[in-house]
């Protein structure tokens, strides 16, 4: 009966067919970042600015805005700056999960460098003590982890631990590949397993509209219309952002930027990135 439901699902969503069926590969994105220039730094569909104001709410407690110590999954990272961004907003306990070894190794080594960096910048323009010649020596601070993973199998240490997982553009990616139905299922589980029960919240930011990943987040056993999720024990919600009208990899502090102009056909209802929530309880 459940093989038959994927059937019936699958036969729904062919559409793409093998031009998006390649983001669903795992040989697809070794031989994407094997390739010259393929471990710059890249981010889908949006960056931490576009996201802040909707993601900040949720690492933080209302009662204390300055609270830092959210345990935070980033699921799919490949080389994305979101990690980075958000632990400069003073959050260290970020875990990067990516099923590439390599890139996993490259953001590790580019994460070190980055302290090695502000580590170096800090203790010079630090003021040396009046009684001593030396500046005392900086802190430093704990980094981020970054473990090679796959999304349908976390460890199973990490049952109960995080408090937000993040993915940006992976469940679009596994929604490419073959068997979909299977692996999204198996995903959803991993994730659910791994967030807090009765708090841990999972965003997904997406391409596609809910009548095409509403199935996906609330099980695709579920025949009625209920927003709860008998199936991971949570409770789904939608919301969308625009689309931004400029490339979100241009560099910030460029003075040639690139500012797209809205056609006559852009509809700001339309032209938006979906967020998907899933808060357990």
Same mark, same amino acid.
């Given at each position: 009966?459940?093989?038959?439901?994927?059937?019936?699902?699958?036969?729904?969503?062919?559409?793409?067919?093998?031009?998006?069926?390649?983001?669903?590969?795992?040989?697809?994105?070794?031989?994407?970042?094997?390739?010259?220039?393929?471990?710059?730094?890249?981010?889908?569909?949006?960056?931490?600015?576009?996201?802040?104001? !909707?993601?900040?709410?949720?690492?933080?407690?209302?009662?204390?805005?300055?609270? %830092?110590?959210?345990?935070?999954?980033?699921?799919?990272?490949? !080389?994305?700056?979101?990690?980075?961004? &958000?632990?400069?907003?003073?959050?260290?306990?970020? !875990?990067?999960?990516?099923?590439?070894?390599?890139? &996993?190794?490259?953001?590790?080594?580019?994460?070190? +460098?980055?302290?090695?960096? *502000?580590? +170096?910048?800090?203790? /010079?323009?630090?003021?040396?003590?009046?009684?001593?010649?030396?500046?005392?020596?900086?802190?430093?601070? @704990?980094?981020?982890?970054?473990?090679? +993973?796959? +999304?349908?199998?976390?460890?199973?240490?990490?049952?109960?631990?995080?408090?937000?997982?993040?993915?940006?553009?992976?469940?679009?990616?596994?929604?490419?590949?073959?068997?979909?139905?299977?692996?999204?299922?198996? @995903?959803?589980?991993?994730?659910? =397993?791994?967030?807090?029960?009765?708090?841990?919240?999972?965003? *997904? &930011?997406?391409?596609?509209?809910?009548?095409? %990943?509403?199935?996906?987040? @609330?099980?695709?056993?579920?025949?009625?219309?209920?927003?709860? *999720?008998?199936?991971?024990?949570?409770?789904?919600?939608?919301?969308?952002?625009?689309?931004?009208?400029?490339?979100?990899?241009?560099?910030?502090?460029? /003075?040639?930027?690139?500012?797209? @102009?809205?056609?006559?056909?852009?509809?700001?209802?339309?032209?938006?990135?979906?967020?998907?929530?899933?808060?357990? =309880?």
């Amino acid at each position: 009966k459940a093989s038959s439901r994927f059937r019936a699902l699958a036969s729904k969503s062919r559409a793409g067919g093998a031009a998006a069926a390649r983001y669903g590969s795992a040989e697809y994105w070794r031989a994407r970042y094997g390739a010259e220039g393929g471990m710059e730094a890249f981010d889908w569909y949006l960056r931490w600015e576009q996201l802040r104001d !909707t993601l900040l709410p949720l690492l933080s407690r209302e009662d204390d805005p300055e609270f %830092r110590a959210t345990e935070l999954l980033l699921l799919g990272c490949g !080389t994305s700056t979101l990690g980075e961004q &958000i632990y400069g907003e003073g959050f260290m306990n970020i !875990t990067n999960v990516d099923r590439c070894e390599e890139v &996993i190794a490259a953001m590790q080594e580019r994460h070190q +460098a980055q302290l090695d960096g *502000s580590a +170096a910048a800090g203790a /010079k323009g630090k003021k040396p003590d009046k009684k001593s010649a030396t500046p005392e020596p900086t802190e430093p601070k @704990v980094p981020m982890a970054f473990v090679a +993973a796959d +999304a349908t199998s976390l460890p199973q240490d990490w049952a109960g631990r995080f408090d937000v997982v993040v993915d940006k553009a992976m469940l679009d990616a596994v929604a490419c590949g073959e068997a979909k139905w299977q692996t999204v299922e198996a @995903v959803m589980h991993s994730v659910s =397993r791994v967030l807090k029960p009765g708090s841990g919240v999972y965003m *997904s &930011i997406s391409h596609a509209g809910p009548e095409v %990943r509403k199935k996906m987040l @609330v099980g695709p056993h579920q025949d009625d219309e209920s927003d709860y *999720s008998s199936e991971y024990g949570w409770d789904f919600s939608h919301g969308a952002v625009p689309r931004p009208l400029s490339n979100p990899n241009a560099d910030p502090k460029a /003075k040639d930027k690139v500012e797209l @102009v809205p056609s006559a056909l852009y509809s700001a209802e339309k032209d938006v990135y979906h967020i998907y929530t899933c808060r357990k =309880r």
